[in-house]
């Protein structure tokens, strides 16, 4: 059995990480704010897993085991905060919305190591809590199935996202019903089918484009029929267009 790390700080730093690195499984007995300046992050639990881009931040609370994997050459920006900050009162990893305010801040804070008990650095701190709790919540989760009917289904569809099956269908690959498996997404995932599928296509894509791959062929690959569909997808979750991940 892996050892899990256990780092009591979580340390406020910035970190530069090269596409498919990975930061093994550890914890914390602080709270931290990951945010990626540039290039997607993928962060895993035993509850599943979470991908953003730059225009969002991970909130993980203390005691959490959670693992990093870069997609994409990634500037990470960590911000430790001790079990007394909770500014919005979360006990799970959430995806939150990042402000241009909130993305300078924190930026700015993990930079900028020297004076660290200053007046200055606490007025810094005190505005990036502020910041944070008018951030609002993204719902970016992609839940790990516990049911062995269903991690074998979700495995299907992770190996090839662009997999276009019914849930009737793949249910006679794995042996259930589509009533069954639909049920299931529902109680053991809180999600539907559909709403489960378009999240992991959504992660896929973030870390497609991470690679630079274009637009029509990311679309194509992860199972819109037209990449139009998939920028209006793509668009109305994040608040902006695939393209701009292809930006230099």
């Known amino acids: 059995m892996t050892e899990i790390r256990h780092d009591p700080i979580a340390p406020t730093r910035t970190q530069h990480l090269p596409s498919g690195a990975m930061i093994d499984a550890h914890r914390h007995d602080d709270h931290q704010i990951i945010y990626a300046g540039r290039g997607v992050l993928a962060i895993t639990t035993s509850a599943g897993s979470w991908v ?58 993990t930079r900028d190591q020297e004076g660290d008990g200053g007046p200055e650095r606490a ?34 569809l992770q190996e090839d996202p662009a997999d276009g099956r019914t849930l009737v269908e793949l249910g006679r690959q794995v042996g259930a019903s589509g009533r069954t498996l639909s049920r299931l997404f529902r109680t053991d995932l ?4 559909p709403q489960w599928r378009t999240q992991l296509r959504l992660q896929h894509a973030l870390v497609l484009l991470a690679d630079k791959q274009p637009v ?33």
């Not at 500037?75 to 905060?81: F, K, S």
């Not at 992860?222 to 930006?247: E, Q, V, Y």
């Open 123 to 156: 007025r810094m701190r005190a505005v990036l809590l502020d910041q944070l709790r008018a951030s609002p919540q993204q719902a970016l989760h992609l839940p790990a199935p516990a049911s062995p009917l269903l991690r074998a289904v979700c495995g299907i």
């Open 190 to 193: 809180g999600m539907t089918f």
């Open 52 to 109: 953003t881009p730059g225009t969002n931040a991970i909130w993980v609370p203390a005691g959490i085991v959670h693992a990093h994997q870069a997609h994409g050459d990634l500037d990470l920006h960590l911000v430790g905060l001790p079990t007394t900050d909770n500014p919005l009162g979360l006990d799970t990893p959430t995806v939150l919305k990042v402000s241009p305010l909130l993305r300078e801040l924190i930026i700015a804070y």
């Open 216 to 248: 029509t062929a990311v679309a194509h690959r992860c199972g819109w029929a037209s990449a139009s569909a998939f920028i209006d997808a793509f668009r109305r979750t994040f608040g902006h267009t695939p393209g701009t991940h292809l930006d230099p």
